[in-house]
């Protein structure tokens, strides 16, 4: 049963950190997820606010329109000149929203994309993680490979060593 120990806390230190792993894995993978949502849903705020803004400058051009014809100088150069004008801004408002919609959606992506790796490293780490610490706490609770715990090791000036027996003097300085 003493023999057991060292497998049992390994394998339980092991699927500690292997839970772990799981865990962190599936935080970003769902982080990645929901800034893909994020990402849909600002593309499709942006779409909205766009339409918006067109609605708007055809408005603001029907009314003045409206005033010039009943000023009598809707054909003036003049007022077709502004009329240009009042179409084009509202077509540079109506591309700012794209645009800010799909700069905000970039960086959605790339948060997903920051995400997602991080779910890949998350795996990698937990497997080293795993392995490590299973064997690091194996050898800690007392685990040895393949010889028994008290068999006699071999010491660096070639004899051997037992904590338990005494050594020969070999130089002056052995004490």
């Known amino acids: 049963?003493?023999?057991?120990?060292?497998?049992?806390?390994a394998g339980a230190a092991g699927t500690a950190q292997a839970v772990s792993a799981y865990k962190?894995?599936?935080?970003?993978?769902?982080?990645?997820?929901?800034?893909?949502?994020?990402?849909?849903?600002?593309?499709?705020a942006a779409t909205r606010e766009a339409q918006e803004e067109r609605r708007r400058a055809e408005i603001i051009q029907?009314?003045?329109r409206a005033v010039a014809a009943a000023s009598g100088g809707g054909s003036d150069a003049g007022m077709?000149?502004?009329f240009g004008d009042l179409a084009a801004e509202g077509e540079y408002r109506v591309l700012s929203r794209v645009w800010q919609g799909q700069n905000d959606a970039e960086?959605?992506?790339?948060?997903a994309e920051a995400h997602a790796q991080a779910a890949r490293d998350a795996k990698?780490?937990?497997?080293?993680?795993?392995?490590?610490?299973?064997?690091?706490?194996?050898?800690?609770?007392?685990?040895?490979?393949?010889?028994?715990?008290?068999e006699t090791?071999?010491?660096a000036d070639g004899l051997p060593y037992s904590p338990s027996a005494s050594r020969p003097k070999t130089t002056l300085w052995d004490g």
């Open 1 to 9: 049963m003493a023999q057991a120990v060292p497998f049992i806390v």
């Open 24 to 44: 962190k894995s599936k935080y970003h993978t769902r982080q990645a997820q929901e800034a893909l949502e994020a990402k849909n849903r600002r593309m499709a």
């Open 62 to 64: 029907s009314r003045a």
């Open 80 to 82: 077709v000149k502004i």
């Open 107 to 111: 960086g959605l992506i790339a948060q």
């Open 124 to 150: 990698v780490m937990g497997l080293v993680n795993t392995v490590t610490t299973a064997f690091s706490t194996y050898l800690s609770a007392g685990g040895t490979f393949g010889k028994p715990a008290t």
């Open 153 to 155: 090791a071999i010491s």
